[in-house]
Structures are given as C-alpha cells and as structure tokens.
C-alpha cells in the first residue's frame, strides 16, 4: 500500500455518526495537522508527523462545548475498507491517563468541520 496523502481530506468516524466530530487534515511533506470539531467538540487541533507507510504520530487538543480541554497523543495507521475508503485506526493515550482505539474514514468534503465560534462564559 502506497502512503496516502493527506492534504485536504476530511475524516469522520465510521459510519458518519449523525453530530460526530469532524477533521480537516493537512499535509506538507511528512509534516500533517488538522482542524477538528463539531458534535460534542467545539474546537480542536492535531499537529505531528506520517512516516513513510502514511502513519501518523501526533500530539492534540481540543475543547468540548463544556468547556472542557483534552490533550493527548495518537498514533493512526492508514487502511483501505472493502469500497477503498481511506481508514484511520487511531491509538489514542490522554494525559489524563486515559487511553482508546477509534477508527475514522474519509468522507465527503461537503462534511468540512465547522468553523469555530466565540466560547460565551
């Protein structure tokens, strides 16, 4: 399997749960970031590295509706489902302590995550 590119690609979990997170990822070299919300997320930011087979290795942070802040790391390795949609199966370690695998898909660009509104206290 070739490396993919991540440039402008926009993943969701699985299955494009109605109110799920959404992120937009990008990618200049083996440097990828992305811009994440939606759902329960109002905000949130990845910023790290793909190797070579199209791994990721990356740092996060995102802020809940709640206000709440969740930082962590996650590593996400690239496969391809049955139809030949770009898979990521993330691995996920908060500092909180926390850990957990997710899988997200690229879906459609018109699924874009929302631009960021000012947080009222």
């Known amino acids: 399997m ?15 749960p109605p ?21 329960k997320l109002h905000f949130g930011r990845l910023v790290g590295t793909c190797d070579t087979s199209g791994t990721i290795t990356a740092t ?4 809940a509706v709640d206000g709440t802040v969740t930082a ?19 691995h996920w370690h ?4 926390s850990t957990g695998i997710s899988v997200i898909e690229q879906v459609d660009d018109s699924l874009s995550p929302p631009a960021p509104e000012t947080l009222t206290p």
Do not use: K, M
């Not at 109110?19 to 759902?39: R, S």
């Not at 962590?72 to 993330?90: F, R």
């Open 19 to 39: 109110g799920a997170p959404t992120g937009h990822y990008h990618q200049n070299g083996n440097l990828i970031w992305a811009d994440f919300g939606g759902g």
């Open 94 to 97: 908060r500092l909180d302590g």
């Open 2 to 16: 070739d490396a993919p590119d991540y440039n402008n690609r926009i993943f969701r979990p699985v299955g494009n």
């Open 60 to 63: 996060y942070c995102q802020l």
């Open 72 to 90: 962590g790391q996650v590593t996400s390795i690239p496969d391809y489902d049955e139809s030949g949609t770009l898979t990521l199966t993330e």
